[in-house]
């Protein structure tokens, strides 16, 4: 079988989606990256970049990128990412990469706007439960009797709208 060898090109080079919640998301990738930093002696600095892909509510999906500086404090984004993940390893162990790679998640994504053009960025992700132990909100409605559940799941993250839920509740 010929594999093939084009590639689209999009019509921007940016990926915008909806400011909100987004259920149903899969990390694809993990590594560990060099970035540019104006922060840094170097001039650069480590990160963990993980790319994840977002369901969109017209069937499609968008890419969009997390990557944390690579940082063990106990504050770091990377630690509580980690933490939210549940894939944070014990002092000494070691944290695979590959492990990261096809979980589901669900992400906050929110826009800003920088010199004139908006982003879309992605400002918490948390390891899914499944849905019985984490029901999706619906814009429609949501059962009665998990609307406590779906309430301190979502905690402070109440300003989030949701967007594109793959498991919508009857």
């Avoid at 080079?13 to 987004?22: A, D, F």
Wanted: with cysteine.
């Amino acid at each position: 079988m010929k594999k093939n060898r084009t590639i689209k090109r999009p019509l921007t080079n940016q990926t915008i989606v909806q400011e909100g919640v987004y259920n149903g998301c899969e990390i694809e990738s993990a590594d560990i990256m060099e970035r540019g930093s104006q922060f840094h002696e170097t001039g650069k600095r480590d990160v963990l970049n993980l790319k994840v892909r977002i369901p969109l509510p017209n069937g499609d999906f968008a890419i969009l990128f997390y990557a944390p500086n690579l940082s063990w404090g106990a504050k770091s984004r990377m630690v509580k990412l980690l933490q939210d993940l549940e894939a944070l390893p014990d002092p000494g162990e070691d944290l695979d990469l590959d492990s990261l790679v096809g979980m589901k998640v669900t992400v906050f994504v929110e826009n800003v706007e920088k010199d004139d053009k908006t982003y879309s960025n992605i400002v918490k992700m948390k390891k899914e439960k499944g849905t019985a132990e984490m029901p999706s909100v619906s814009e429609k409605k949501v059962a009665q009797h998990d609307q406590e559940e779906v309430e301190n799941f979502f905690k402070d993250e109440n300003e989030y709208e949701e967007v594109g839920s793959m498991d919508l509740i009857d």
